[in-house]
Each structure stands twice: as structure tokens, then as C-alpha cells.
């Protein structure tokens, strides 16, 4: 099977956040995510570059200051002052996460093909664009609920936002880009306030583990 | 694009003004003056759609503000300006009280909720989906340091549920608007567009199996920040753990932001397909809603849950309305609900400081202590229960009949129980407050200041019942 430039990033992305689940330290966690996103960026450039739409390079560039550079840095950055390395005790061990995440990726191929609409603008009869974008929008939901630090709930908020911005890429001609800023801006926005609050957790309660957050209740 | 500006000019100046002034007692009054301001400047840009001469006004591509959109920008000003009003009081009374919170705090407090109200106005102004999801998003953001603001570890625990479980929510809307412009691509509409106005007109073409997605999924998004069951798990923590003032404007004003984003693509798919079976889910979840609600009601122990949760309730029914296509049905129930519930938090916050607990079980004897505040209290629970003749026991009526007109009657009738199950569940909560021994270390300050902003609420949701005219509806 002979893939084309297109869907060869579009899988790349995916298996690369796949290995996010791979592994439960959180700093490897970081460079996958920035390696993950790295190919997205490829992607939307590339997408750019055969639908000669300038505005999409514009959005790439935006997406890999904030998303490849910044946001990482950043999470290190509060990683390292909070003293945390790990997520020890996650829910599922992490090899069977990512098994569980390579078995998403082939329901997400069987779904694409399923659901009527799915087809994507740039490559026609090619379901690839949203399957990679549904298995990461799953493996987002399956790294915050298998895990338990609240970094890790934090990845996995930007894995499943990194979907989303997938669907959009891959199913429409770009969304309009004052949206696309705003969003950018939203997610840096969400990430520096989560920071913050997670080095409170960590000062209140001695630890990040968001599951034993359970003192509010009827 | 002037008057755009203008809109947020009072409130960014004041969000300013209160990081540098250093007595925090001024910048309370400034900030309550501010919010007054900021209304009549409102009323003053929207006067055209609220006499009826126009009926939207365009400030800029994709911002553009109908008659909904006008009245609830009103709600959302009045709600705050009423919240910021008593703010004023709530803080002088916890440093004459308790203990009195930093300056530091305040500041931010009082700045925060100026953005806030900023983010919350701009909702409305939207057309484009894309802003509108922009604008939720931010109301979120902005609304967390309120939820914050006590800095212990309960105050902590719900802001992380609050702003996790929300953003979450909020990332699915997103999908849903993605999947309606990818709708919007494949139509008439050719390079597409997320403008309601523009997608309305040729909603027939556009591609109805991605419409729909996108629908469900904006219903599901925005439906965890409104706090639909079974997405509700961090309402009622984030409203019980805020300060007063801020639980108020929580429940008052944000859900109806929310609310007012499965409006907007609810319109969208109507408009494709009046019948189309996708959107009777809205009125499924609406009633759902409303019955879950009502039997957390009964089972509550603490006395911001309980308000929380009768918060849950009532957005099942404006959910419940939207279903059934009603704008107006949907403006008056939000209207009613937030004039309660706004009186409701604000004395409840009054009691709980006085008494110094929030459970149910360590709260009576009210009317002993405090009369005046046993009468408020009273009065804004019969208006939240809905009990004639107060604002919502109207709206509640003609919802009900209404959805008798669209064949729902199994829903109709389970919502019929559900709300008498609530009525009597907080009925008898708040008997239990207001009657009993009196509690001797109940510690008042300056009484009859402090009920002001909740009865005249109270008043005006009693005047909305008694004087507008729901047959022309």
C-alpha cells in the first residue's frame, strides 16, 4: 500500500501520540507530545503548500511557537518546580494504554469509512485525514482517564485539542483565522492557568494525583 | 465597530483601575458603580432592538446582536452589577466578622470579574460560532479565579473540576462547530462560513449527516458547561465552594452563556430540518435533567449544594424550552431564574458567613435570629420553587402547555412531578433553616443593608410574574 505525503504525516501524528501512553514519565511524555505536534504542523504546511491556501502557513506558524515551543517549555518548566517526574500509579499500566491506544487506531479507521461526511477535502476516497484525527482525539480521552497526575490531565486535554484542530485541517479549507488565533490563544491561556493551579495542588495537598481530589461530594 | 468598543470600555478601565487603587473598599464601590454604569451604556447601544425599531445590530463581520441576544446582555449587566453591589457589603462584613480576606485578593477579585463580565457580553454578540466558542471558552477561564478565591483545598479541588472537566466539555463544542463549517462547505455557501445568520439562510444545503454531528456534539459541549445531567459533576462543587457574589453570577449569568450556545446551533439545524429527530434529543435531555435535579434536591445537606443543584434543575427546563424551539419561553425562564437564584446565593451567603457553616443540619432557628433575613430567604426559594404568583411559576405554566402542543407528554409529565418533588424538597430544606431555636453565636451585621439586593430582586421577579402578559407569548 503506497501512502501519499498526505496521509504518510497524518498517520505519523498519529502513532506518535500513541506513544504519548507509552510510557508514564511525564518528561518523555513532553517530547512526544512536541514530536506529535511537530507532525502536525508538517501537515498543515504541507496541506498549505497543495491547496495553495497562504493562510494556513500563517497558522502553522502560530501552532508550532505555541504548541511545539512554548507550551512544553512550559510544562517542563512546572514540572520541574513542582518536583514531579512521574505518574506512578496510573490506572492502566502504561504498555497495555498503548496497545489499548494502536486497537483505537484501527476502530477510528473502521468508523471514518462508516460515517457519512468523513471523506475529506484534500485527498479524495482517502479516510486517513480523520482517522488520525479521531484515534488521537481518543488517545487524548484515554490519557486522562487512565491517568492520574494532573499534568497528565493537562496532556491530555492538549492531545485531544490537537484532534479537534486535525478534523479541522484534514475536513474543511482551513477555518477562518481570526477562529484559529483565538483558539491558540484560549489553549495557552487554559495551559498557564492549569500550571499555576497545579503547583497549588502540589503546595496544599503534598501531591498531583487529581484522583484522590475527592472531598466534594453530596 | 464604535460602539463595539464602547461596550467594553468601562469594564476594561475598571478591571485596571482595580489591580493599582489600594483601598479595596473604594474599589468595591467603584467597581458596583462601574457595573451600573455599564448598564445604562448597554441600554443606551441596544436601544433600537429594544424599542423594536431594528431587529439586530452588526458591529463587525460575525458580531452581530438580535433581540435575544440584547436581553440577555442586559440579564448578564444587571446580574452583575446586582452581585457587585452586594459584594461591597459581603466583604465589609467577613472583616468585621470573620476573618478579612487579603487586599491582594480582593484586587483580583474585583478585576477578574470585570473581565469576566466582558467575556460574558460578548457571547451574545456573536454570530459566528467560531467567537462564540472563543467567548465560552473565556467566560470559563475568567470564571476560575472567582471559583478560586478562597485558596483552601476545597476551593482548589473544584476550581480543577471546574476548569478540566469544562474545557473538556468545551473541546467537543468545537468539534461540533468544526463539523458545521465543514456542513457549511459542502452547500451553497461554497469557501463556507460560521455564521448562524449566513448558515440559516441556506441551511437546506448544507450537508445534513455532518450537520447533525456537529449539533450533537455542541448540544454535549455546551451542554457541560450549562450543566445538563449527566455532565453536571462539577456545578455544583464550583457554585458551593465560590464566594457569594461570585455563585450568584456563576448561576445567574454564565449558565445562560452556555445555554445560549446550544441556542445558537440549535437554530442552525431547525432551520435545516424542522423535524429533524437529532434535535428531539435536546428536549429528552432538558426533562432528564430536571428529574435527576430534583432528586439530588431532596437528598442535599449543604445549603449552596442545594442551590447548585436547583441551579441544574432550571437549566433542564431552559434546555427543556430551547427544545421546543421557544426563544421567548427560553429568555423568560433564564430571566426568573437568575433574579432568584441571584437573590437566593446572595442571602444564603449572608447566612452561611453569620453562622460560619453550610450544612443543613447545623443551620435553624433563622427566623430568630435575623427576621428580616428569615423573610428574604423565604421569599426567594417560593420564587426559585416556583410558586405562583412569582415569575417562574408563569414561564413553568406556559412551558408545560406548550410542550403539550408538540406531543410531548410523557416528558411533559415526568418535568410535572420533578417540579413538585423539588418544590417540596426545598420547601422543606429551607423550613428547617428558617424555623428551630435560634443558633447564639449567629453573628448579624447591619441587617437591613444586607437584604437589600436580594429583595429587590425577589420584588422584581414577583413584578415579572404578576405584570407580563404570557397569553401573547
Sequence with gaps: ?218 | MNELGLLFTIPSLTALLSLFIKKTAITGKLCALAAWLQLALVISVLLPILTGHSTSISFAPGLIVDKLGSYFILLTTFVVACALTHADYFFQAQAVIGEPYKDSRLKLFYAVVNIFLMAMTSVFLCDSLGYLWIAIEATTLSSAPLVYFERNKHALEATWKYLIVCSVGIAFALLGTVFIFAASQRSDLGSGTLNVSELIVSAKTLSFPLLRLGFIFCLLGYGTKAGIFPLHSWLPDAHSEAPAPASAMLSGSLLNCALFGIWKASTVITAAKPEAPAFHLVAVMGALTVVAASIFIIRQHNLKRLWAYSSIENVGLMVFAIGLGSGPLFFLQALNHSLAKVSLFLISGNIVQAAGTKKLSKLHGLLENSPFWAGALALASLAVAGAPPFGSFMTEMSLLTLSLGHKYYILAALINVALAVSFLGILAHTGKVIFGAGKPDFKVFSERRAALVPMLLVASTLAIGLLVNYESR
Design chain 1, 1 to 218: 500500500m503506497q501512502l501519499s505525503t498526505f496521509e504518510a504525516l497524518a498517520m505519523l501524528s498519529a502513532v506518535l501520540g500513541i506513544l504519548i501512553l507509552g510510557t508514564t514519565l511525564l518528561r518523555t511524555n513532553l517530547s512526544f507530545y512536541r514530536f506529535h505536534t511537530l507532525a502536525i504542523v508538517a501537515l498543515t504546511v504541507w496541506i498549505g503548500h497543495i491547496t495553495k491556501e497562504a493562510h494556513l502557513y500563517i497558522v502553522a506558524a502560530a501552532v508550532l511557537l505555541v504548541k511545539v515551543l512554548f507550551i512544553p517549555s512550559f510544562l517542563g518548566w512546572v514540572m520541574k518546580k513542582a518536583e514531579v517526574g512521574s505518574d506512578k500509579q496510573a490506572f492502566i499500566a502504561a504498555p497495555l494504554s498503548m496497545h489499548l491506544g494502536a486497537i483505537m487506531l484501527g476502530i477510528s479507521y473502521l468508523l471514518s469509512s462508516r460515517i457519512p461526511g468523513l471523506e475529506g477535502v484534500h485527498q479524495e476516497g482517502s479516510h486517513l485525514g480523520s482517522t488520525a484525527a479521531m484515534s488521537i482525539l481518543f488517545t487524548g480521552v484515554l490519557l486522562m482517564l487512565t491517568r492520574r497526575a494532573a499534568l497528565s490531565q493537562i496532556l491530555g486535554f492538549l492531545v485531544i485539542e490537537n484532534g479537534i484542530y486535525l478534523f479541522a485541517v484534514t475536513q474543511t479549507h482551513g477555518m477562518p483565522m481570526l477562529v484559529e488565533m483565538g483558539l491558540l490563544l484560549e489553549v495557552l491561556v487554559g495551559v498557564m492557568i492549569s500550571g499555576l493551579l497545579l503547583f497549588n495542588i502540589k503546595k496544599s495537598f503534598e501531591h498531583i494525583d487529581v484522583s484522590q481530589l475527592t472531598d466534594l461530594k453530596d
